[in-house]
């Protein structure tokens, strides 16, 4: 049975639907690691607990340092001059980025999400 030229295009366009979407998955994974994020917090600071909340809503992988029962925290947060939580520290290839307070919108840009901000 020979195949008829429809059925080649519908293979083909198939075939580029599932590559584009093997492909934004594999994207999205590369941009998940191609950046560190460390988070300053403190227990008691409603800023904080927002950032927390909204980057794991956004799935973003990110490492908590709580200043007020962990000593090694407070020591690295004071040697980084810092007084006001929350602080966050973005390593991304080749820059450092370090943002006070829970500003989404500057951390959604500096990862690229700017399309997908939810605040």
């Given at each position: 049975?020979?195949?008829?030229?429809?059925?080649?295009?519908?293979f083909?366009?198939f075939?580029?639907?599932?590559?584009?979407?093997?492909?934004r998955?594999k994207?999205?994974?590369?941009?998940?690691?191609?950046y560190?994020i460390?988070?300053?917090?403190?227990?008691?600071?409603g800023?904080?607990?927002?950032?927390?909340?909204w980057?794991?809503?956004?799935?973003?992988?990110?490492?908590?340092?709580?200043?007020?029962n962990?000593?090694?925290?407070?020591?690295?947060?004071?040697?980084l001059?810092?007084k006001?939580t929350?602080?966050?520290?973005?390593?991304?290839?080749?820059?450092?980025?370090?943002?006070l307070g829970?500003?989404?919108?500057?951390i959604?840009r500096?990862?690229?999400?700017?399309?997908?901000?939810?605040?």
């Amino acid at each position: 049975m020979k195949n008829s030229k429809k059925d080649k295009i519908f293979f083909f366009e198939f075939f580029l639907v599932v590559f584009t979407y093997k492909d934004r998955e594999k994207m999205r994974e590369v941009i998940k690691m191609s950046y560190s994020i460390t988070v300053y917090t403190n227990p008691f600071c409603g800023h904080c607990y927002a950032l927390k909340a909204w980057l794991k809503e956004m799935e973003i992988n990110f490492i908590e340092r709580d200043i007020v029962n962990d000593v090694s925290a407070a020591q690295e947060f004071r040697e980084l001059g810092q007084k006001y939580t929350p602080f966050t520290v973005i390593e991304t290839v080749g820059e450092r980025h370090e943002i006070l307070g829970a500003n989404i919108k500057k951390i959604a840009r500096i990862l690229s999400l700017d399309k997908d901000v939810i605040v």
